[in-house]
């Protein structure tokens, strides 16, 4: 949190700190893609003349926020400087946030349908949200627990 980040430059206790900006949330709004949402409020977009989110870009300078706080930034935009900034961090005696910006469409795909259960809204007058919740139903049955043993999910009960 920005209140940790201050906290750190205020105590000079270095931190390095590596932030992803993807615009928005991506990883969030793949989920809510492939589950026929559409990607709902995951784009950091200004209400368009049609009242959606479809207006410009909202930029958010992630490096400027961590500046005003005290912090160091590098920013780069390659995996040659993402190296060389985070051997310049490990060397620095403050606290630095290395900003990487990235593609909001590079992402790890299949997040709906494997580790991360997120349910899909039971009404909606989407017809992709609607197939995507008889999606979700017929295959919750396959979902499994990871627990301790002894436990009534470690049984397959609930």
Known sequence: MNSELATAVRERIKITLVLIDNHGYSSVGNVSEQVGCEGFGCHYHFRGPDGKYSGDVQHHDLGKICEGLGARVLTVSSLDEFEKALIDARGS??????????????????????????????????????????????????????????????????
């Open 93 to 158: 005696a403050e606290t630095t946030a290395i900003v990487v910006e990235t593609d909001w469409h590079e992402r790890v795909p299949g997040y709906s349908t494997c580790w991360w259960d997120m349910a899909t809204a039971e009404v909606s007058e989407m017809p992709a949200v609607r197939e995507a919740r008889e999606d979700y139903v017929r295959n919750k049955v396959q979902q499994r627990w990871l627990s301790t043993l002894g436990t009534d999910e470690a049984a397959g009960t609930r």
